[in-house]
T-cell receptor, first 110, second 114 residues
Framework: QKEVEQNSGPLSVPEGAIASLNCTYSDRGSQSFFWYRQYSGKSPELIMFIYSNGDKEDGRFTAQLNKASQYVSLLIRDSQPSDSATYLCAVGEYGNKLVFGAGTILRVKS | NAGVTQTPKFRILKIGQSMTLQCTQDMNHNYMYWYRQDPGMGLKLIYYSVGAGITDKGEVPNGYNVSRSTTEDFPLRLELAAPSQTSVYFC?????????????FGPGTRLTVL
C-alpha cells in the first residue's frame, strides 16, 4: 500500500511570507504528483501538478520534486489570508487513481 | 457545465438503514471515483470505475457497493449503515488515463450514522 506523509500542522505564516509545505511518499516508482487545496467544508481543488524533477512555477505557487529523495513540496509566495486552507498532497498510481496524504493546515495571519 | 454533482448534501441515518449517494458528471469523463474523508484525514478511495459497466474496489470498500450503468452516473450504496461510516463522501471524475489525470470533485455528502 502506497503511503503519502504530510505534517498535519497547522503551519502559521504572516501575510506576505513564503509558506513551505512538504510531502514524502513511499513508492519510488511514482511518476505523478499533485497538490490540492481544500477550504473548510468544501471539496478539494487542484492547484499544481508535477511529473519531472525540479521546480514548476505557476503564479505565486511553485512545486518542487525530488524523486531520489521521494519528496515533493509546495511553496506559496506572498501568502495571503485567502490561502488559509488544508493542502493535500496526492501521488498518482496505476488506473488513474490518487493516493492522498492527510493534509497540512495552513494559516496565514494578517 | 455543472461539473460533478452529488445528492444529498447532508443525511442522518440510523444504524442498519440503507441509502444511495448519487453522483452525476456532465463532462463525459470515463473515470469516476468515490472517496470518504474522516475528520483531519486525507481522502480514502472506496470504489472507482474506468467506464460504464466496469467498477473496482479501492482501499476501503467494505460496507459499500457501486454500479456504473451510464457514463454520467456513479451511485454509491450503503446497505447496513454503521457509525464507522460517518464521514464526508466525495465523488470525483477524470477524463482518461495518462500523464495528466486531474480529478474534479463534487461538493460532497456529509453523512452521520447514529
Amino acid at each position: 500500500q502506497k503511503e503519502v506523509e504530510q505534517n498535519s500542522g497547522p503551519l502559521s505564516v504572516p501575510e506576505g511570507a513564503i509558506a513551505s509545505l512538504n510531502c514524502t511518499y513511499s513508492d519510488r516508482g511514482s511518476q505523478s504528483f499533485f497538490w490540492y487545496r481544500q477550504y473548510s467544508g468544501k471539496s478539494p481543488e487542484l492547484i499544481m501538478f508535477i511529473y519531472s524533477n525540479g521546480d514548476k512555477e505557476d503564479g505565486r505557487f511553485t512545486a518542487q520534486l525530488n524523486k531520489a529523495s521521494q519528496y515533493v513540496s509546495l511553496l506559496i509566495r506572498d501568502s495571503q489570508p485567502s490561502d488559509s486552507a488544508t493542502y493535500l498532497c496526492a501521488v498518482g498510481e496505476y488506473g488513474n487513481k490518487l493516493v492522498f496524504g492527510a493534509g497540512t493546515i495552513l494559516r496565514v495571519k494578517s | 457545465n455543472a461539473g460533478v454533482t452529488q445528492t444529498p448534501k447532508f443525511r442522518i441515518l440510523k444504524i442498519g438503514q440503507s441509502m444511495t449517494l448519487q453522483c452525476t458528471q456532465d463532462m463525459n469523463h470515463n473515470y469516476m471515483y468515490w472517496y470518504r474523508q474522516d475528520p483531519g484525514m486525507g481522502l480514502k478511495l472506496i470504489y472507482y470505475s474506468v467506464g460504464a459497466g466496469i467498477t473496482d474496489k479501492g482501499e476501503v470498500p467494505n460496507g459499500y457497493n457501486v454500479s456504473r450503468s451510464t457514463t454520467e452516473d456513479f451511485p454509491l450504496r450503503l446497505e447496513l449503515a454503521a457509525p464507522s461510516q460517518t464521514s464526508v463522501y466525495f465523488c470525483a471524475s477524470s477524463y482518461s488515463e495518462g500523464s495528466y489525470n486531474e480529478q474534479f470533485f463534487g461538493p460532497g455528502t456529509r453523512l452521520t450514522v447514529l
